[in-house]
Antibody, heavy 120, light 108 residues
Framework: EVQLVQSGAEVKKPGESLKISCKGS????????IGWVRQMPGKGLEWMGI????????RYSPSFQGQVTISADKSISTAYLQWSSLKASDTAMYYC?????????????WGQGTLVTVSS | EIVMTQSPATLSVSPGERATLSCRAS??????LAWYQQKPGQAPRLLIY???TRATGIPARFSGSGSGTEFTLTISSLQSEDFAVYYC??????????FGGGTKVEIK
């Protein structure tokens, strides 16, 4: 069974750093892209970026380039999304999702989401 | 960047009735269009890909159509579990994978 399991909810202060994770199982982790999607409170879905764990090829949405860093450790089938200095506006639910290597299909499996709250 | 526009923002429908949701792309995305369903407190779920192909396990009452810039998701007879928010997403202009703003389907 394909699963993407994300790390738990986080409460941070502005200026702090954070790294959240997404662990894949039930499939070949290095053969699919992992994307990250933001959902601010009461709002829609925003694509942030995507990584291919097989070779760490990473692409970012222009809206998020320079704001976050996406990485992966294929030895433990885990992708990451990290911030070096959080802002209150980073408060949101963050989802990871899987896409086929040739991007013929959309996101077919999603993680359960990680809620990030940034507040002083 | 391709902009995806969904309409209406909210759709009020009675159980058993038909719901028709629209999604428009600012430029052609061929048939590389997906629909997702999101219920409160849950992650999105893939319903339709390739504009018209149902994902595994999706009931036949969900159907998608369209190509190019105009797309439609139809729910033929709304069940109680179908009241949710629906998003379209283009994946033609990879790696840009833009979503529409969503349509909330609520009980009338």
């Amino acid at each position: 069974e394909v699963q993407l399991v994300q790390s738990g909810a986080e409460v941070k202060k502005p200026g702090e750093s954070l790294k959240i994770s997404c662990k894949g199982s039930g499939y070949s982790f290095t053969s699919y892209w992992i994307g990250w999607v933001r959902q601010m409170p009461g709002k829609g879905l925003e694509w942030m970026g995507i990584i291919y764990p097989g070779d760490s090829d990473t692409r970012y949405s222009p809206s998020f380039q320079g704001q976050v860093t996406i990485s992966a450790d294929k030895s433990i089938s885990t992708a990451y999304l990290q911030w070096s200095s959080l802002k209150a506006s980073d408060t949101a639910m963050y989802y990871c999702a899987r896409q086929d290597w040739n991007h013929v299909y959309p996101f077919d499996y999603w993680g359960q989401g990680t809620l990030v709250t940034v507040s002083s | 960047e391709i902009v995806m526009t969904q309409s209406p923002a909210t759709l009020s429908v009675s159980p058993g009735e038909r719901a028709t949701l629209s999604c428009r792309a600012s430029q052609s995305v061929s048939s590389n269009l997906a629909w997702y369903q999101q219920k409160p407190g849950q992650a999105p779920r893939l319903l339709i890909y390739g504009a018209s192909t149902r994902a595994t396990g999706i009931p036949a009452r969900f159907s998608g159509s369209g190509s190019g810039t105009e797309f439609t998701l139809t729910i033929s007879s709304l069940q109680s579990e179908d009241f949710a928010v629906y998003y379209c997403q283009q994946y033609n202009n990879w790696p840009s994978l833009t979503f529409g703003g969503g349509t909330k389907v609520e009980i009338k």
